[in-house]
């Protein structure tokens, strides 16, 4: 259908005269605003008041505005175009370098523990993960501390976040691929905040350098949007059976809502879920309170491989003083 400029609509694609808010939901006494009182609200610009999808959370690094809309009402956005090939390339090959070398035994075993895997004994035979990584990695310090993702963190955190790069993990390179000498394919249903929720670092926002795009054929993120505006509770119930410290808040989120339905256990079909695929050289930034998973490749000998780590807007701990709780299938 074709329309003459300047003339009406015809009857029944008239303008709503009660237009809905960028939520996609009317705004009403009983509800409560998309964002809540603590947490950055940007406005979205005029080439933003007709998205419908949530298929490409996509933006470049000239529309760190629009990152922030999108995120702050789903949890999660895509940065693309940070970096060159030519960075994503030097990244790969310091990462496989490294991996390489917690197999033979030439780095400290502080680069190659196995605190992420169910069955140790193949990290013998197979890297999966590179802990701190960014200490032999120049290309993936580069990257972390690039002024674009940092001042897209500024965005999300506010001004005095700071990113752990020195405790706990520091930033790690992972390499996800099925296979029987691979420990790590999948990733179950959780939170970033459930794995130390006696800590006062939250909120944070976690990034994900992508060195291989995502398909159902090497496996992908599934995401559940808006459930970082959940109070979602701390992993008393969890598949692995840890045990929670006492010292743990019961909930963690952006706000004080409960959870429509409880976090599934494993790798179930979650109601509203949608999955993220993204090509190589892209950056997932996703909330520390959002529902999120991993899905296991389809094809036999793809790989995913990927730089993950996060900016912290909270107390930064004394040295020594960690908390993880592996609560998540794998």
């Excluded at 001042?151 to 390499?175: C, H, I, K, N, P």
């Excluded at 119930?237 to 909930?251: G, L, M, Q, Y």
Aim: with cysteine.
């Amino acid at each position: 259908m074709h329309l003459r400029q300047g003339s009406d609509p015809p009857t029944g694609l008239r303008p709503s005269r009660n237009p809905r808010p960028a939520s996609g939901l009317p705004a009403t006494p009983d509800r409560p605003p998309a964002f809540p009182p603590d947490m950055p609200h940007h406005p979205p610009r005029t080439k933003f008041q007709t998205m419908t999808t949530l298929s490409e959370p996509v933006f470049s690094p000239d529309d760190i505005d629009g990152l922030a809309w999108f995120y702050s009402m789903h949890g999660y956005a895509v940065l693309r175009g940070m970096q060159s090939e030519a960075d994503v390339d030097r990244m790969e090959a310091e990462c496989v370098a490294a991996q390489n070398a917690v197999v033979a035994g030439e780095l400290d075993a502080r680069y190659g523990s196995t605190v992420f895997l169910d069955e140790a004994a193949k990290a013998d035979r197979f890297a999966n993960y590179v802990e701190f990584v960014n200490e032999v990695s120049p290309a993936v310090h580069e990257a972390i501390t690039h002024p674009t993702l940092v001042d897209a963190v500024r965005r999300l955190l506010g001004d005095t976040a700071w990113l752990r790069d020195s405790e706990q993990f520091g930033v790690v390179y992972q390499d996800a691929r099925p296979g029987k000498e691979s420990g790590y394919t999948r990733i179950g249903w959780h939170s970033d905040w459930q794995a130390s929720p006696s800590l006062d670092i939250w909120p944070s926002t976690a990034f994900t350098f992508h060195i291989d795009g995502t398909s159902p054929a090497n496996g992908f993120l599934r995401v559940v949007p808006g459930s970082h505006l959940w109070a979602t509770p701390a992993p008393y119930r969890n598949i692995n059976n840890v045990e929670v410290p006492s010292t743990a808040r019961a909930t963690g989120g952006r706000s004080a809502s409960a959870p429509p339905f409880p976090m599934p256990l494993g790798f179930e079909k979650v109601r509203g879920e949608v999955a993220v695929y993204v090509e190589r050289g892209d950056v997932i930034l996703h909330d520390a309170y959002l529902w999120h998973s991993a899905a296991r490749a389809t094809d036999d000998h793809a790989t995913r491989r990927h730089v993950r780590g996060g900016y912290f807007a909270g107390t930064a701990p004394e040295a020594g003083v960690e908390e993880f709780i592996k609560n998540a299938a794998r």
